[in-house]
């Protein structure tokens, strides 16, 4: 039996002219703002069971302080302080304590292996996880705001001052508490960085500063909280000075560009390992 090639049939099969195998091309990288969004939606479902558990323990323990504050404090710009660190201890407690926790649990899992595989820049997952956790604070904040100033008897007029304080002071927080988890060796360690973060937002943030020594006076300046309680504490004043409240919510913004990037950062040399 003779075989013969196809070529030479009529009608036969023609033959595929072989080709370099070449590069396969790559799809358009994600950007930013998408990859943000859906990290960010995704953060809130995750979290949605634990959502009025967290609300309630940060709402009731910023309202408790608050009514222990009145037992000592009784108006003038020391209730004015109070206030403010009580409302701001909020978002401390979420963005800087819980959020630690959260990548330091992550990082020692193995769960920002999963992370790693998705087609979002590593700033996206860090953002759009801080923005979630900072949106719970804001309830909290509302609440513990009113009822300290209903407490004191401080004006309402300029609550609007808390749109701003809230997302700033959170951002700066909120990086902190990344770059402290993904930083930490161990998930007990960025546990305890946490905690103390927390505890030094609440006693720097909540005592009024003019019965602190000058050491301890300097190391609040050291925290990116008090800027955001400085600011919300200035208006409660007749005439608050406007200049100096955009000032204290710059330091803000400032600082949480660069623990953001710092928590990047970090968040990229955990994920390769």
Known sequence: ????????????ARAVPQT????????????LWPSLVAVYRAQLSRARVARIPLLFVATFQSVGITVMMRGVVDSGGEAQSVVAGSSVLVVAYVALNLLSQYFGQLRASGGLDHYATLPVPPAA????????????????????????????GLPLSN????????????AALAGLGAACGLLAPRPELA???GQLGMSAALLLGVLPADRMPGVVRLAR????????VEAYARTFGAH???AVVLADLGVCAGVGVISLAVATRAYRRAAVR
């Open 1 to 12: 039996m003779s075989v013969v090639p196809a070529e030479v049939l009529p009608g036969g």
């Open 20 to 31: 370099a195998p070449g590069a396969a091309e790559l799809g358009p990288p994600a950007r």
């Open 125 to 152: 997952v860090v953002l759009g996880a801080a923005a979630a956790y900072a949106s719970f604070t804001v309830p909290g904040t509302l609440v513990t705001a009113v009822f300290g100033c209903v407490l004191f």
């Open 159 to 170: 609550l609007w001052i808390l749109v701003a304080v809230i997302p700033l002071a959170g």
């Open 191 to 193: 546990t305890l960085l």
């Open 221 to 228: 300046d050291l925290l990116p909280s008090t800027y955001g």
């Open 240 to 242: 608050p000075d406007w």
